[in-house]
């Protein structure tokens, strides 16, 4: 299930299956600084302890930007990933429904050759990605690799099938505001749950329902069975 949450996190990441409108986009809309930079929200405000931003020019800025967006997507596709996957197991379609325990042990149990179809997929997703929002690497100076296309805003990929974004700035920032805070919360609790199976071996669900018990005053462990993570 892992697995085929790295497929679906491909949509996050790259617009595989829509053409960027790229004419469609204004002025206002492409607008791009620290003062206007969405994701600033009080009491905190923009959050850069450490002054990237502050250091950043425009087109630095928006590598920045990209960057926590497509994570942040990806994160979220994750989360629901581990949650799923983990509430399905024994009762999946896929691969017999044999795939079972925490989500980071997901990826060993699925059958040989589902690696490299992942890795095509991921590779084709952000050639898309790439032509979309990046400068053509033989149109760029040596010195500045990695260039975005001036009329391109970090994270918008043209996939909007269902026609959500605004075409008003000020609506369209709120949006963005909302898609960064929702992907930097993903990124934080996609992290822990990672952190949280690898240490006790548990599911999430399974380790909501540990707790659920010693907070009931039940002995969480009275039914396991030596050696076998209950």
């Not at 595989?16 to 009491?43: E, H, K, M, W, Y």
């Not at 008003?168 to 898609?179: C, G, H, P, S, V």
């Amino acid at each position: 299930m892992m697995k085929c949450t790295a497929i679906l996190a491909l949509a996050g990441s790259a617009a595989a299956f829509a053409p960027a409108q790229t004419g469609a986009r204004s002025t206002s809309l492409n607008a791009f600084s620290v003062d206007t930079i969405p994701g600033a929200l009080a009491p905190v405000g923009l959050f850069d302890p450490l002054g990237f931003a502050e250091k950043a020019d425009e087109a630095t800025l928006k590598r920045y930007r990209e960057a926590e967006v497509t994570h942040g997507r990806v994160a979220m596709l994750a989360v629901i990933g581990f949650l799923v996957g983990e509430a399905v197991e024994g009762s999946s379609f896929l691969f017999d429904a044999s795939i079972s325990g925490p989500a980071i042990s997901h990826p060993g149990q699925v059958p040989g050759g589902w690696d490299a179809l992942i890795i095509a997929g991921i590779g084709f997703a952000e050639l898309q990605r790439a032509k979309t929002g990046w400068v053509d690497p033989a149109d760029v100076k040596f010195d500045q690799a990695g260039a975005l296309n001036s009329d391109y805003y970090p994270g918008d990929i043209g996939f909007d099938p269902l026609g959500l974004k605004p075409t008003n700035a000020k609506d369209f920032a709120n949006m963005q505001t909302k898609e960064i805070q929702n992907g930097r919360l993903a990124m934080l609790g996609w992290a822990g749950m990672c952190s949280q199976e690898l240490v006790n071996h548990r599911t999430i669900l399974g380790t909501i329902d540990f707790y659920n018990k010693i907070y009931s005053g039940v002995n969480p462990y009275e039914s396991c069975v030596d050696g076998v993570v209950c």
